[in-house]
């Protein structure tokens, strides 16, 4: 997802490198390997804001909890708050 590719941008490093991405069990399935995947950018997405500032955290932020929406809208929210 962008959410987790502006996560790798901001830390220089890989989802897959992450400690807590680490710690996961192995996931048998491709539902479980996207679910670990999520959960740990969730908690990465901590630390953006230390690293990348306020604006960058929320556009990061955006893509992981705005992004769910279902309206027309969702190009113009995307430039609106991430680009």
Not at 8 to 29: I, M, Q, T, Y
Not at 30 to 55: P, R, T
Not at 62 to 82: E, P, R, Y
Request: glycine share 4%; net charge negative; hydrophobic share 45%.
């Amino acid at each position: 997802s962008l959410g987790i590719i502006l996560l790798e941008l901001c830390f220089d490093h890989r989802l897959e490198d992450h400690p807590v991405r680490k710690k996961s069990p192995p996931a048998g399935d491709v539902h479980s390997e996207a679910a670990f995947d999520l959960a740990a950018a969730i908690k990465w997405l901590q630390s953006v804001e230390d690293e990348a500032g306020e604006d960058y955290a929320a556009a990061v932020q955006w893509c992981f909890t705005g992004a769910v929406q279902t309206s027309k809208s969702w190009q113009a929210d995307l430039i609106k708050n991430v680009v």
